[in-house]
């Protein structure tokens, strides 16, 4: 049995070590937000943390980049739509 | 055929350096008429203007020439984003606050200078800050606001700036660096560079922060230093979060003072992509790259003291780029009377992309032989002795 982290409310599996987004993708979900202009689906596109592209909430902070943080049980990862900043909009 | 037709051409001007101040003169000399090539040692925006902010601000200059030519310059680059889009031109207004009663006192003496020149500066009292940026700290002692004060995204300007002037005759030729100049009995006639002689009647200077060497290329002296500033840019915010062009009263001192250990104040803005910019830092260093990790503390320190919603706010990266200044602040603007043939428009400071319009247009109507649209005296080059 592997661990397994909370993505918008459903069990992903996880091995020690590694990525939420390398997780995401072994469990066959490919984008987890969508962009701030046009609404279009982003998922990894680097995978070294070069590029910003498969940003992602974690633990309720906005813009983390999947592809480099590792995952854990007790970190819930959300999809982010847009800046991920609704909460500032005025 | 055509192709050797318009390449072959000799120039009447070569430009050296493809920043957007090389950028503003070629447009304007090239929309005069004027056969321009533009040469740059590395690409198009790869010094300063690739390294700093897009601000075009009067409200950061008290009555004097320099307001004089941002006023001009303002009016130019409301033309410009008309004549040729795409570079985010955004008339935003400019904000400055005062944290004390001290400096509200002398944000007042400076607008009230400012007014006398036709500036329009309208006093923000402390209730009424938050109608224009809701997220602004709640104990500050009030602001003046200038919505004369607008940005640009200062690559982009540069770069489609040179394809308008491309598409009306000009050259632009990048990796090609200037190493001599050419002369005739009459003064310059060209510049030697690394892919070879270019003869030109006219070589304008928009080397930036190094015009100096080419000034010393060409005999004379125009001494420009750089003057090192960070910036750090936060992760995308939504677009109410900052809204203006904001700044504390104290900037204005920080750019006029001669100290050269780190000066710090903050500067804010926010970008079309989504970013925060947040600065500023000045200090001189002579080239020195190093990041510096008190003046970043500093800067981001300064920022969440006026904006106390961006202490939640990550930061992505930082950059630095390198002020071209000279020892009195002002540009060097102009024909050079000890080397006919040499003209200048170098030595912005933090206010290059700011100036860029104006100064493209009063070289370009030097150029011509026509009176530029303000007094260019106070930034001959003959100042300098
Ligand atoms: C952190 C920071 C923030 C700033 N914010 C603002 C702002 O908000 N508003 C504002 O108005 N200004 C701002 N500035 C200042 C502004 O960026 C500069 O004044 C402006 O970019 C200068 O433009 P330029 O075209 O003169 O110089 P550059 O962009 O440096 O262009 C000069 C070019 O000359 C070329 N060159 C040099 N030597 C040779 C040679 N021998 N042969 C061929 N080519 C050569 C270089 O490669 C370079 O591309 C800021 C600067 C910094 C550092
Ligand atoms: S995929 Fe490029 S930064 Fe994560």
């Avoid at chain 2, 447009?27 to 790869?46: E, F, H, K, S």
Wanted: hydrophobic share 40%; with cysteine; aromatic share 6%.
């Amino acid at each position: 049995m592997s661990d397994t982290f909370d993505f918008d409310g459903r069990a992903v599996p996880f091995e020690p070590g590694q990525t939420v987004g390398a997780a995401l993708i072994a469990d066959g979900v490919r984008s987890w937000r969508t962009t701030r202009g046009r609404a279009r689906p982003r998922g990894i596109f680097c995978g070294i943390g070069v590029c910003f592209d498969c940003l992602v909430t974690v633990d309720g902070a906005p813009n983390r980049r999947a592809c480099l943080v590792p995952a854990t049980t007790d970190l819930p990862v959300r999809s982010q739509e847009g800046t991920g900043h609704d909460d500032l909009d005025v | 055929m055509v192709r050797l037709m318009t390449v072959d051409r000799l120039p009447e001007v070569v430009v050296i350096g493809a920043g957007v101040v090389g950028a503003a003169c070629a447009w304007y000399a090239a929309r005069a008429g004027l056969r321009v090539t533009v040469v740059d040692r590395g690409p198009v925006a790869g010094g300063t203007t690739g390294a700093g902010e897009g601000n075009i601000l009067v409200s950061d200059k008290p009555a004097g020439p320099e307001l004089e030519l941002a006023r001009l310059s303002v009016r130019c680059w409301r033309d410009l984003a008309d004549a040729v889009e795409g570079f985010e031109y955004d008339p935003k207004g400019g904000l400055v606050v005062a944290g004390s009663a001290a400096a509200l006192d002398g944000l007042r003496a400076t607008a009230s200078g400012q007014r006398e020149r036709g500036v329009t500066a309208t006093e923000v009292r402390p209730d009424e800050l938050h109608e224009h940026e809701p997220h602004l700290a709640d104990d500050l002692a009030g602001g003046m606001y200038y919505p004369e004060d607008a940005q640009v995204q200062p690559a982009a300007a540069a770069a489609r700036l040179l394809r308008d002037a491309r598409a009306h005759g000009a050259a632009v030729r990048p990796n090609v660096e200037v190493t001599g100049v050419l002369r005739s009995r009459d003064g310059l006639a060209g510049v030697r560079t690394s892919a070879g002689d270019v003869p030109a009647g006219a070589v304008v200077n928009a080397a930036g922060t190094w015009g100096g060497e080419i000034a010393a290329l060409a005999g004379v002296d125009v001494p420009v230093l750089p003057r090192r500033g960070f910036v750090l840019v936060t992760e995308p915010l939504p677009p109410g979060v900052v809204r203006h062009k904001v700044y504390a009263a104290e900037y204005v001192s920080d750019v006029a003072s001669d100290d050269a250990s780190l000066q710090s104040s903050p500067v804010i803005e926010s970008t079309a992509a989504g970013p925060v910019l947040l600065g500023s830092s000045r200090e001189r260093v002579g080239f020195n790259r190093t990041l510096s990790v008190p003046a970043l503390r500093r800067i981001a320190a300064h920022a969440v003291r006026l904006f106390p919603v961006l202490a939640g706010a990550d930061v992505l990266r930082a950059y630095r780029g390198f002020r071209p200044y000279c020892p009195d602040h002002l540009p060097v603007i102009g024909p050079d009377a000890r080397c006919p043939g040499l003209y200048h428009a170098c030595g912005h400071e933090g206010a290059g992309v700011g100036l860029a319009a104006a100064t493209g247009h009063v070289v370009a109507r030097a150029l011509t032989g026509h009176p530029p649209g303000t007094d260019p005296t106070p930034f001959l080059p003959e100042r300098f002795g």
